[in-house]
């Protein structure tokens, strides 16, 4: 039982380059999340889905787009990314039902230069 | 809309002293409140977690917090710090029913004096 994985761990693009971000999960959770992490802000909310093939937005989610084909896979894109995106990158997944907590990846840094 | 305050930016502390971090929210009915604590280049791992009942909440790793209605207030506690509780930890709100969100704190990175 891996939980939640990310690929890939580090990349860095180029102004204007694109790039998805995989999260996985294989605890059969229905509710998926992207959020980014920059210094002194905690954790913000990108885009997230309650089930395949559903997805909403979040507090910050221009310049992302999100997809979920497959209950166990969330994946976050860039269409043409910004320097402003340079940033840590968390998925996370929780049960239905009211325990309401999160259980999170490890992480993708993302440096866009 | 709901918020969450977390006061300290930075807090260093002897190893074997006590410790509390601050929580403040902001919500206008029950609040489900965590404590999140994410270790250098890790994610986020749940120390505790209150919805209702008992305001005394026990966590892993030795960590408890209290709720105080009052006050508005969810405060981390732990009676002896050791080196490895050096991390950033957060405080999250959960949002409400039909979102499903988590709204966190800025979080309090805690360094620990051998």
């Known amino acids: 039982n891996a939980g939640v994985t990310q690929t890939p761990k580090f990349r860095v693009l180029k102004t204007g380059q694109s790039m998805t971000l995989l999260c996985a999960q294989d605890?059969?959770?229905?509710?998926m999340y992207w959020y980014r992490q920059d210094p002194g802000m905690g954790l913000r909310l990108i885009h997230y889905?309650?089930?395949?093939?559903?997805?909403a937005k979040g507090e910050v989610p221009d310049g992302y787009n999100v997809s979920r084909l497959k209950k166990q896979n969330f994946l976050l894109g860039l269409e043409s990314a910004a320097p402003s995106q340079t940033s840590v990158y968390f998925c996370?997944?929780?049960?239905?039902?009211?325990?309401?907590?999160?259980?999170f990846g490890p992480g993708t840094r993302l440096t866009v230069t | 809309a709901q918020s969450v305050t977390q006061p300290d930016i930075h807090i260093t502390v002897s190893e074997g002293a006590s410790l509390e971090l601050r929580c403040n929210y902001s919500?206008?009915?029950?609040?489900?409140l965590f404590w999140y604590v994410q270790s250098p280049g890790q994610g986020l791992q749940l120390l505790l977690k209150?919805?209702?009942?008992?305001?005394l909440v026990q966590g892993i790793k030795g960590f408890e917090a209290e709720f105080k209605r009052s006050q508005s207030s969810f405060n981390l506690r732990k009676p002896s710090v050791h080196w490895s509780d050096a991390a950033e930890y957060f405080c999250?709100?959960?949002?409400?029913?039909?979102?499903?969100?988590?709204?966190f704190g800025k979080g309090t990175k805690l360094s620990v004096i051998p």
């Open positions: 999250v709100l959960y949002s409400g029913a039909g979102s499903y969100q988590l709204t």
């Open positions: 209150y919805f209702s009942g008992d305001t």
């Open positions: 919500y206008g009915a029950t609040p489900y």
């Open positions: 889905s309650v089930g395949e093939g559903t997805t």
């Open positions: 605890m059969n959770h229905e509710y």
């Open positions: 996370a997944s929780r049960p239905p039902g009211q325990s309401y907590e999160q259980y």
